[in-house]
């Protein structure tokens, strides 16, 4: 198989080779445990230590704030389990209607476990709906979790503004920044943000490793209790070669943010554009001005994003759809839903993001090969033919 033209970077990201040569002694030569008290050992822990200052300026934050866990989902688990549990007089909990599972699937399960959550719900173009979330506050809110851009939309969220007006009622604010950290510019500095996730996987870095940031100050309890690492707030030995590849990403993408904002963006423009007047009675998802520069989600009426894929499969196309497939049903994802996408446009359709790999060849080759594949799926839909007649 021919590499794949791979526009699924919101799924996962390839490691960068650079990120991968600064793994790989650490799987070899310097096995030491950093935090033994021999040079060997030692050796380990100081670049650990450099990984975290490559992290905290890429976030504008101090190392100390910088905590290591094992993955994006962790790190959201982490935060929430930590405001909930230093608060333990509040049962109130606010998020989005549109946050990954990650956030989503936990807040639900502490909904059913004596919490009381309020979901702020989201327009036909992805914006939250402010209102309802500051008048969900009280003094029995013990966190407010709103994502910074969102994975299927790439929408992107007001969360400073947020943060700030949630740190004034005294309340704990985090943010799922998953998407954004690498993509647009963050900076933890004048920020009134509690706690940030952030997973290596999504910016070039291997799957399993993923950042906490936590604000000095802000009252932590730890998830995982046991040895002294990370200063007590996450014990398990470290996982050496993971953190020093997410110090090397967090170099990678404060230098490649540029690019981001610029090539990919273009290339995710030119995508956009060219499919859209291509493909008849196609849209996107979202809001077009508040947007993650390497992210599009169209909706082609009236075909299964699911047979798209498939066929775009044998062109080594690889995209995601909005359907959430993995539960073996095809709904449409809870995101297009809270959208209030009808059903017609949800169900067909496809997200693709960009990372600085893209290449205009790529672009121009799904130019070419999507619009005949939604024309062919289209031809054999009954739903097409039923709009046509009736002149949609
Ligand atoms: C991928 C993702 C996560 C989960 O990160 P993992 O490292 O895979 O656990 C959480 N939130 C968002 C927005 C994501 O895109």
């Known amino acids: 198989m021919d590499a794949p033209i791979y526009m699924d970077n919101n799924a996962t990201t390839r490691v960068a080779p650079e990120v991968l040569e600064a793994m790989l002694p650490y799987f070899s030569d310097l096995y030491g445990n950093p935090s033994s008290m021999h040079t060997f050992g030692g050796q380990v822990g100081q670049k650990i230590d450099a990984a975290r200052a490559h992290v905290a300026r890429l976030l ?10 094992s993955c994006g989902t962790e790190s959201d688990s982490t935060a929430i389990y930590a405001a909930i549990r230093s608060n333990p007089d509040r049962k109130h909990i606010v998020t989005t209607r549109v946050e990954h599972p990650a956030v989503k699937n936990l807040v639900e399960h502490l909904g059913k476990n004596g919490y009381q959550v309020t979901f702020v719900p989201v327009d036909r173009q992805g914006r939250l709906d402010l ?25 992107i969220f007001p969360v400073e503004e947020i943060a700030r007006n949630v740190r004034d009622r005294g309340i704990v604010f985090h943010t799922d920044a998953v998407q ?14 509690n706690m940030l996730s952030l997973s290596g ?28 690492q990370e200063r007590g707030r996450r014990a398990g030995t470290e996982n050496t070669a993971s953190i020093i590849g997410m110090g090397r990403a967090a ?58 894929l498939l066929l775009m499969d044998q062109y080594g196309i690889c995209a995601s759809s909005g359907s959430a497939c993995t539960s073996g049903s095809l709904e449409p994802s809870h995101v297009l839903r809270a959208m209030g996408v009808p059903f017609t446009a949800a169900h067909g359709s496809i997200r693709f993001s960009l990372s600085v790999y ?24 009954p739903f097409w033919h039923e709009a046509q007649k009736s002149g949609k």
């Open 60 to 69: 504008g934050a101090f190392p100390e704030e910088i905590l290591f866990t």
């Open 131 to 155: 209102d309802v979330l500051y008048d969900s506050l009280s003094d029995d809110t013990a966190i407010v979790s709103v994502m910074w851009a969102n994975n299927e939309t790439g929408t």
């Open 180 to 193: 954004a950290v690498g993509k647009i510019p963050i900076n933890m500095a004048n920020s009134a943000v």
């Open 201 to 228: 996987h999504k910016l070039h870095a291997p799957k399993g490793i993923g950042v906490l940031y936590i604000r000095k100050g802000t009252r932590f309890s730890p998830f995982l209790m046991g040895g002294h």
């Open 251 to 308: 170099e990678l993408a404060m230098a490649g943010m540029e690019v981001e904002n610029s090539r990919v963006k273009a290339l995710r423009d030119k995508l956009e554009a060219e499919l859209l007047k291509r493909v008849p009675n196609s849209m996107v998802n979202g809001d077009p001005e508040n947007r993650l520069p390497n992210t599009t989600s169209i909706a082609f009426e009236y075909v299964e994003g699911e047979a798209i």
């Open 358 to 381: 893209n290449t205009a060849e790529e672009v121009d080759r799904v130019i070419e090969k999507l619009p005949p594949i939604i024309d062919r799926l289209r031809q054999m839909s």
